[in-house]
């Protein structure tokens, strides 16, 4: 290890000190540590043991996959790992997640990635956006984010397109914010790009007070639906995969969605 090793750990240090908006003083007194000692490991003039890695690392929340970017940075191995959801040893998350998604018929739930890709849906969901954009084959990727802005997705059939965008950009903006991830930077140009997205979206701005829910609007033809979502994580992972995820669970907002909901659960229901 040498000085540019440390050096690297500070500036992350420092950077995530500043994004969490902390001063050097209020971070030091929460970590039990003298504001001199934190400022020599910005600066790289201290060597961090791997112990104050993580105790610096739990007092700003850094995400798992940034933590270990900070151990990397002042010389230690990671410590947190990132398995498949089909590893054997999360069988039982994934249990967990069936259920969920089982409970959750006759309306949709997703369980997405970090980056908003869709790894795992109910029946529901297939039943229900299929009335929209088509069937999807199960070995086609999708993602939550682009299916809403790509205008070959949802969005040539969500209502409510402009506040539903504003919401959702405010919070990718928030995740980046959070996270520091570069693939959540990457998908955020990536959605600006599509045709006719607002350019006020590049910068995060302070969302309507009114209404006190977003939901999300469906019209083809003669059929409207109108949701509201829940997102949920799992608590306490220790596991970047399983940090990551996020379960997001839609509502009908309004009797007749539930309706029309109930009756594509049933077998012999036809169009509606």
């Not at 069988?91 to 259920?99: C, I, K, N, Q």
């Not at 970090?114 to 529901?124: C, L, Q, S, Y």
């Not at 086609?140 to 949802?154: K, S």
């Amino acid at each position: 290890m040498d000085d540019n090793t440390f050096m690297a750990f500070g500036s992350m240090l420092r950077q995530w000190r500043t994004t969490r908006r902390l001063s050097q003083l209020a971070l030091a007194t929460e970590a039990g540590i003298s504001a001199r000692h934190l400022s020599f490991l910005e600066t790289g003039r201290a060597q961090p043991s791997r112990e104050m890695v993580q105790l610096l690392a739990g007092m700003l929340n850094v995400p798992l996959a940034e933590r270990n970017a900070l151990l990397l940075g002042a010389g230690y191995a990671p410590a947190y790992t990132r398995r498949p959801l089909s590893a054997p040893e999360f069988g039982h998350v994934r249990l967990a997640l069936d259920s969920m998604m089982r409970q959750q018929e006759p309306f949709p739930a997703l369980v997405m990635d970090g980056t908003w890709n869709i790894v795992m849906r109910n029946e529901a969901s297939r039943r229900i956006f299929e009335l929209f954009r088509g069937p999807i084959p199960d070995n086609v990727p999708i993602n939550a984010m682009r299916t809403i802005f790509d205008p070959n997705g949802l969005r040539r059939f969500v209502v409510n397109w402009d506040e539903l965008a504003d919401c959702l950009m405010y919070s990718l903006h928030q995740e980046i914010t959070f996270t520091g991830s570069e693939e959540l930077v990457r998908l955020r140009e990536e959605l600006l790009a599509y045709p006719d997205v607002p350019a006020r979206l590049r910068s995060i701005s302070p969302l309507a007070p009114d209404p006190p829910l977003v939901n999300i609007q469906l019209s083809n033809g003669d059929l409207t639906l109108t949701f509201f979502t829940t997102v949920t994580s799992l608590g306490r992972a220790r596991d970047i995969t399983l940090q990551d995820l996020k379960i997001e669970c839609f509502f009908p907002a309004d009797a007749a969605t539930e309706q029309i909901a109930r009756r594509l659960a049933v077998p012999e229901a036809v169009a509606v």
